[in-house]
């Protein structure tokens, strides 16, 4: 039987509560379920406020519609990410300054962050690679040296933490996904985390198309008019119903994807020992939320023989991002600095299959798959 990369989790209740939904026959935003949604997370990880969007892409791009990014300012971003934490920036005219990854992750080097600073930048866009925290402190400090603005792309983040606090707490905004590929998932879906309650009454107006509906929802004024810019964010209530059905049993997903994970790791660890692969590193701040388990090849070449060693007995695995500095709209406005271990994870990272319905016997079979490539 083939292992696929991925695969959706069913909790049992998605069903139900769409049905509940459509039976509600209110199907447009803001109803039952995304509220109930929204407390979740308020509640389960301290958020002061936070809006559920139609995807992750959207709430950076709301992001960067709320901290006021133009064409006069720059954004430090990783280069090893998915095109939608630059895109949102690229969208409001801000010239984009690429940063590498760091030798022991594909996280930004917090070390080289300073050198990329001009009186120009504005923010800082920092992704926890496969939900291992960033260097966050040293960050933070550089952020706050500088009067800059620190928006974390969680997307893959949720339910990890840097020092006992939960990633998307830590940025003055945060966004996180729940499209297909992410640990808790609606098909696609998203939230924006405001940390900053500065940002929280224009961001109630951006939410609603740039209209004060919100207020008018409130009853605090008698029609609701156009006050600024602004789009359509907010996801119906069938995405929310999905997604809560899913946020009530994330103890149960988040367990079962640890134990593949943990297992993976215990199966592949020798090989790293042998120095023949690298296996993933945790700096003694970040948890882990098994949100994805990545190898490290020694070569291209190697990679690519290995994911089609692993196609041939019927087993998915992938590569992940491309430099986004040498992607092909963007490498004529690149500065022409070399970003090594940027191109390094996007030529030599490979992810096995990992969802909460995955068997240990799957695992096996793939990490014996891999120990005979490399043992033989
Ligand atoms: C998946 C992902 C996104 C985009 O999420 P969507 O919900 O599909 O818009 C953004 N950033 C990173 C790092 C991602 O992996």
New binding site residues.
């Given amino acids: 039987m083939a292992i696929p990369f991925n695969k959706i989790y069913l909790t049992g209740n998605e069903l139900r509560y769409l049905q509940r939904a459509i039976e509600d026959g209110r199907l447009s935003g803001k109803g039952v379920f995304t509220r109930k949604c929204e407390q979740f997370f308020e509640t389960r990880y301290g958020f002061s406020k936070i809006f559920l969007t139609t ?6 791009e709301m992001a960067a519609i709320l901290t006021g990014i133009s064409s006069e300012d720059e954004v430090i971003i990783p280069s090893y ?2 095109v ?2 630059a895109n949102p920036f690229i969208l409001r005219g801000a010239r984009v300054v690429f940063a590498d990854s760091s030798a022991d992750s594909p996280n930004i080097d917090a070390s080289k962050i300073e050198a990329l600073i001009t009186k120009k930048t504005k923010a800082i866009v920092i ?1 926890h ?1 496969a939900g291992i925290a960033c260097d966050v402190g040293k960050i933070m400090e550089i952020v706050s040296r500088y009067g800059l603005i620190l928006i974390e ?1 969680a ?2 983040a949720l339910d990890s933490y840097y020092q006992n606090r939960p990633l998307g707490s830590l940025g003055h905004l945060a ?1 996180f ?3 297909e ?2 640990n808790i998932t609606s098909g ?3 939230m924006l985390v405001i940390n900053d309650k500065k940002y929280l009454q224009r961001a109630n107006i951006v939410y609603e198309k740039g209209t004060d509906r919100a207020a008018f929802l409130n009853g605090e004024i008698e029609k609701y008019r156009w006050r600024d810019i602004g789009s359509s964010f907010m996801p119906s209530e069938l995405t929310s119903a999905f997604l809560y059905a899913q946020l009530e049993k994330m103890e149960e997903i988040q367990n079962k994807r640890k134990m593949c994970w943990e297992l993976y790791y215990d199966e592949l660890k020798p090989l790293e020992k042998k120095g023949l692969l690298k296996v993933p590193g945790f700096p003694s701040f970040a948890s882990n939320n098994a949100h994805i388990f990545s190898l490290l090849c020694n070569n291209p070449e190697e990679r690519s023989v290995l994911i089609s060693y692993l196609k041939k007995n019927n087993i998915l695995s992938a590569f992940h ?1 491309q430099s986004l500095h040498k992607s092909p709209f963007f490498i004529t406005k690149h500065d022409g600095r070399e970003l090594p271990w940027s191109d390094f994870y996007s030529d030599c990272l490979l992810r096995l299959p990992l969802y909460a319905g995955l068997k240990s016997t799957a695992i096996q079979e793939i990490t014996g798959l891999i120990n005979n490539f490399y043992l033989t």
């Fill in positions: 995807s992750c892409t959207d709430a950076l990410t998915c939608s934490t992704v690679y792309d997307a893959h966004a996904s729940f499209h590929t992410k696609e879906g998203g991002f």
